[in-house]
T-cell receptor
Framework: ETGVTQSPTHLIKTRGQQVTLRCSSQ?????VSWYQQALGQGPQFIFQ???????GRGNFPPRFSGLQFPNYSSELNVNALELDDSALYLC??????????????FGPGTRLTVT | QKEVEQDPGPLSVPEGAIVSLNCTYS??????FMWYRQYSRKGPELLMY????GNKEDGRFTAQVDKSSKYISLFIRDSQPSDSATYLC???????????FGSGTRLLVRP
């Protein structure tokens, strides 16, 4: 177990709705990244947060947004859901500092189905 | 051209076999190389993490990086049915935490 938890485990939404996914980072970690994994594909980087600020974004539209809280928990918000947003959403936590640590540890994911 | 290419498999081997999993990447700027294992309906689990060319060993697992060929490999010795999973390679630039994943190779180890 990595110590990274995500909620909910799975959910079903209707096209056009909004969704919020949650992640609790491993204790002591200060970065959180979100990834989208479509069926049969590798995870795709959405964005990363470090010290509560977005620190890099992948090729995802602005309707994908996030937050990182002082306790290093995080949220991923997706507005105006589309059918193609159906995927496994993963968060990964890591520790950044002067000696950069590139090890990232993933949670179990939230499976989102958009109908 | 994708930044990371990985054969999707599936790769089926008998128990005890040596497994070789491979990825190629396109940009020599990538400096960090990881292998993740993902069981069905689970999140990826970090197996190996390497920085330089050469080999890194951890138990039955050996990660190999050849930067001149832009080729990375994971070898599994004495494979077990519990090794059956999807194996994802991931690469990373030095200044970014963004992981770029291959599409994953599905491995089945037959008892």
């Amino acid at each position: 177990e990595t110590g990274v938890t995500q909620s909910p485990t799975h959910l079903i939404k209707t096209r056009g709705q909004q969704v919020t996914l949650r992640c609790s980072s491993q204790s002591g970690h200060n970065t959180v990244s979100w990834y989208q994994q479509a069926l049969g594909q590798g995870p795709q980087f959405i964005f990363q947060y470090y010290r509560e600020e977005e620190n890099g974004r992948g090729n995802f539209p602005p309707r994908f947004s996030g937050l990182q809280f002082p306790n290093y928990s995080s949220e991923l918000n997706v507005n105006a859901l589309e059918l193609d947003d159906s995927a496994l959403y993963l968060c990964a936590s890591g520790l950044a500092g002067a000696a950069v640590n590139h090890e990232q540890y993933f949670g179990p994911g939230t499976r989102l189905t958009v109908t | 051209q994708k930044e990371v290419e990985q054969d999707p498999g599936p790769l089926s081997v008998p128990e005890g076999a040596i497994v070789s999993l491979n990825c190629t990447y396109s940009n020599s700027a990538f400096q960090y190389f990881m292998w993740y294992r993902q069981y069905s309906r689970k999140g990826p689990e970090l197996l190996m993490y390497t920085y330089s060319s050469g080999n890194k060993e951890d138990g039955r697992f050996t990660a190999q990086v050849d930067k001149s060929s832009k080729y990375i490999s994971l070898f599994i010795r004495d494979s077990q049915p519990s090794d059956s999973a999807t194996y994802l390679c991931a690469i990373q630039r030095g200044s970014s935490y963004k992981l770029i994943f291959g599409s994953g190779t599905r491995l089945l180890v037959r008892p």
